[in-house]
């Protein structure tokens, strides 16, 4: 029973959702299947549904038939045009002048052409029109003039009219015959023979022509140069001094608005600058350059300078007769019989010289007067072979131009041997100048021996050529090679400074390549000096194992330090080279004992660096004052510390504890205040007694100094006076201000006026500041209940915005879904139209097959009726 029921109710509700219409009832109950009723999983009171119930096949067969009342026509008729439209610019505009809308409407024409058709025709000339017509056939002329316009030759008439009506018409006749045969003779073409030839005495004419208008412009010039200078005297007339004043005085002052107008027309414009240049660009034109200034050298070197001005050829005309020629060198050699055969000199030269290979410089320096003697014996050969006939004048004259002869060889030599002198110079010059490109050695050893041995000056351009020549930007491997050039540089520093006297200007030097190195491989460089801080705390390391204590490294490693700081940022709050570089420091300061005056110097050293180091970031380094507190126990005669505490490595009383007391008062006396060179820790073995008490002195200076760069440094700190008590207590009640000298005591009175002159900053503790916290109080917790599936509230203007929002959205959707639909259904109609072609082809060529095939069998037939007959 519930199942009719339920199909009933289905009924009743496609019946209300169609309509009262009887086919529509008719259908819904012959298929109920088309029904789509939309079920809701809470039926809510009160709120009414409106697509609870939908009829999709109906709606599709509606959708359908709009589409092919709409769209389906539109597709149909999209190529179809039946409607004139005129497209000319401002036809229907009366605001614009026909001469606009022409250049408009050309304007238009040329865009249209270069866009389609003249897009690759690069010799395509435009056609000029104007109202219509084309220019090129207007400037023709070939207008064809009425009879009625003719107006200059109206009532005039003309030979032949008056022949033919007054004069017969036979001789009208004869002189038409004539005047045919003339203009067949003269429209008769030219061959391109005659044309030429024409246009040879055309061009000939012409040029006749200008020359005799040159000559006669030439002639009137002259004379017109002739006749002024006749006159020019009778004008020359100089006016006296008074009219010039007067006229002076009328003349007006310009005005300043014209002046500054006059200056700006004079001032100079701004002009454009050439680009600057990459770097790559730089470093390129820097190789090219010393490559060329090196190839100059080696060519000096070689000696080929003159040579190669002598080779380039001077230009010779083509009518030169080569009157002036001159060989560069006399080829001529001398001839002369030795046992009845035939010898030249310069072979006999060669065989002597053969012959003679271990002959000293001085024979060899004889070989100009070997020759001059051979010379003579030639010329006494020539005189004895000559015929006994000749006078004696002749002989004379023979031995006259011979002496001449012989003078002007011994000039050429002397020149030669000059020239050979200046040129054996330049050579040597050009050996001992500096190459101009060098390669990166691949070694220390190479680098060693490039540097080692030179001044300064030729060191410091040795390396900037083989940073300029082997520029990364320039080659693929020169950045690897550079890199490893820094490494070597550094170890080629440190071994300046193990050399005794150490060479401390040509390391300060050498610190500028160094840091253009630094700039351009920083991880390269930080790498290298990691590793050198590496193994001098590794090497630290061993000698406390071993030794139980350790020493202050030597003079190489204390500049790397220096040379560290240089480098590198150091005011970072950590480095990856720098904070390595200040764990050495501090372990120096208090592994390495102190036990000479060079172990005082050092840690003076590495106490200078500290304060360098942290100037900028104000670190406070607590090894430092600990050091600087040693160093003033090791000045005071009473080993009993009272206020202060020493730290290792130093002791309140031992072998070295009085290191710095000096007690000599002559010494004292004789003390001048110097800066201490680095330079004195190799030389200090060698001192006298007084200078190592002015020694001792002038580290005590050093220390005194520290403390007020200290003093200033931790001014700021809360807890300087705590941190400065011990140096304050050192200073005050232990050290003998009294026997020092005055130099020295100033210096004591300042340290310790910069000591007590600070003042206490200190600061009450205070309890943080914390927000109070509330009392507990027990108010009602309301929570907003949101309602799902309803807008939220708000204001009217926030509603209306998300009311449009929602609509847009719907509409957007649906939309989107009938553009969808329309390309469906255009798709199904494309492909109707292939299928319709398809089948009328394959019924047509189905047709034809049938139509050949009952040809062919009608063909047969005959052929077979035929073969009975």
């Not at 004139?84 to 408009?104: C, L, Q, V």
Request: overall charge negative; some cysteine.
């Amino acid at each position: 029973m519930g199942k009719p029921t339920k199909q009933r109710r289905k009924g009743q509700v496609a019946d209300r959702a169609k309509g009262s219409s009887g086919a529509g009832t008719a259908l819904v109950k012959n298929n109920p299947f088309e029904v789509k009723v939309n079920k809701q999983k809470f039926n809510i009171l009160g709120r009414r549904t409106k697509h609870d119930v939908g009829l999709p096949g109906i709606s599709r067969s509606k959708a359908v038939k709009k589409r092919t009342q709409t769209l389906l026509k539109e597709y149909k008729e999209r190529e179809k045009s039946n409607v004139f439209k005129d497209k000319r610019f401002g036809e229907y505009n009366t605001k614009i002048s026909p001469e606009e809308k022409m250049m408009k409407r050309f304007t238009l024409e040329r865009q249209q052409n270069h866009e389609k058709k003249s897009i690759y025709n690069l010799n395509e000339d435009d056609e000029l029109t104007h109202y219509g017509q084309s220019l090129a056939d207007i400037e023709k002329l070939n207008d064809v003039i009425d009879s009625d316009s003719d107006t200059e030759e109206r009532g005039i008439l003309s030979a032949e009219l008056t022949a033919a009506h007054f004069g017969g018409g036979g001789g009208l006749l004869r002189r038409k015959a004539l005047t045919g045969e003339q203009d067949e003779e003269e429209e008769k073409p030219k061959s391109r023979k005659e044309l030429i030839e024409e246009l040879i005495a055309k061009s000939k004419q012409e040029k006749r022509e200008r020359q005799t208008q040159r000559e006669s412009a030439l002639e009137l010039t002259e004379k017109l140069d002739t006749n002024w200078k006749e006159i020019q005297t009778l004008l020359s007339h100089k006016t006296p001094k008074s009219e010039r004043k007067v006229k002076e005085e009328e003349k007006p002052k310009p005005d300043e608005y014209d002046m500054i107008v006059r200056e700006l027309g004079f001032e100079m414009k701004a002009q454009p600058s050439d680009r600057m240049k990459t770097e790559e660009e730089l470093a390129k034109e820097e190789q090219e350059r010393l490559q060329k200034l090196e190839a100059d050298r080696l060519r000096r070197m070689h000696g080929k300078d003159e040579q190669e001005n002598k080779k380039k050829p001077k230009h010779m005309s083509a009518d030169d007769l080569a009157d002036g020629f001159i060989l560069d060198k006399d080829d001529r050699r001398l001839l002369s019989y030795k046992g009845g055969k035939l010898s030249v000199g310069n072979d006999e030269e060669e065989g002597g010289n053969e012959e003679e290979e271990g002959e000293s410089e001085e024979e060899s320096e004889g070989e100009p007067g070997g020759e001059d003697e051979e010379e003579a014996i030639v010329e006494e050969d020539d005189a004895t072979d000559s015929p006994s006939d000749l006078e004696s004048d002749m002989g004379s004259e023979e031995e006259v131009t011979a002496n001449e002869e012989q003078k002007e060889k011994h000039k050429g030599n002397e020149e030669r041997l000059q020239s050979e002198e200046e040129q054996n110079a330049k050579i040597e010059a050009a050996r001992s100048e500096l190459p101009y490109t060098f390669t990166v050695p691949e070694s220390y050893e190479k680098l060693k021996s490039l540097l080692f041995g030179r001044i300064v000056e030729e060191q410091l351009v040795i390396l900037e050529r083989i940073q300029k020549c082997n520029h990364p930007s320039l080659a693929v491997g020169n950045k690897a090679k550079l890199e490893k050039l820094f490494g070597f540089l550094l170890e080629y520093i440190g071994e300046l400074a193990t050399v005794e006297p150490p060479e401390l200007k040509t390391i300060d030097k050498l610190v500028l390549p160094l840091y253009s190195l630094c700039q351009m491989f920083p991880e390269a460089a930080s790498n290298s000096v990691k590793l050198v801080l590496q193994d001098a705390a590794h090497d630290m390391q061993e000698m406390i194992e071993v030794k139980g204590r350790a020493t202050f490294p030597g003079l190489d490693m204390l500049i790397y330090l220096k040379i560290t700081a240089i480098l590198f940022p150091t005011s970072d709050f950590w480095h990856p080279v720098v904070t390595p570089a200040l764990v050495y420091m501090s372990q120096l300061l208090t592994k390495c004992q102190v036990m000479t005056l060079q172990d005082v110097v050092k840690g003076l050293f590495v106490c200078c660096l500290f304060l360098e180091y942290v100037s900028l970031s104000q670190r406070f380094i607590p090894e430092l004052i600990n050091f600087i507190v040693g160093i003033l126990h090791l000045s005071i005669p009473q080993k009993r510390p009272h206020g202060y505490i020493l730290v290792h490595p130093f002791r309140p009383a031992g072998k070295n504890s009085e290191l710095l007391l000096v007690s000599d008062k002559k010494d004292m006396e004789t003390w001048k205040k110097q800066n201490l060179p680095l330079s004195i820790v190799t030389r200090l073995k060698e001192s006298s007694k007084t200078e190592m008490n002015h020694f001792r002195l002038s580290c005590l200076a050093v220390c005194l100094d520290l403390i007020k760069k200290c003093a200033a440094l931790y001014e700021s700190l809360s807890s300087f006076h705590e941190i400065m008590q011990p140096i304050r207590v050192l200073l005050t009640e232990h050290i003998p201000v009294s026997e020092y000298p005055e130099q020295l005591q100033e210096l004591y009175q300042n340290a310790l006026k910069e000591l007590e002159d600070k003042g206490k900053h200190y600061t009450p503790l205070v309890c943080e500041k914390k927000k109070p916290v509330p009392l507990k109080l027990y108010m009602p917790k309301i929570v907003k209940v949101l309602e799902f599936g309803r807008k939220q509230g708000g204001s009217k203007e926030e509603q209306e915005r998300k009311r449009l929002i929602h609509k847009h959205k719907r509409e957007f959707k649906g939309a989107v879904r009938e553009i969808r639909k329309d390309n469906q259904f255009l798709a199904r109609m494309q492909l109707s139209e292939i299928m319709e072609r398809d089948s009328d082809r394959k019924r047509k060529v189905k047709n034809l097959f049938n139509s050949l095939a009952t040809q062919e069998g009608e063909w047969k037939a005959m052929k077979r009726k035929k073969f009975k007959n």
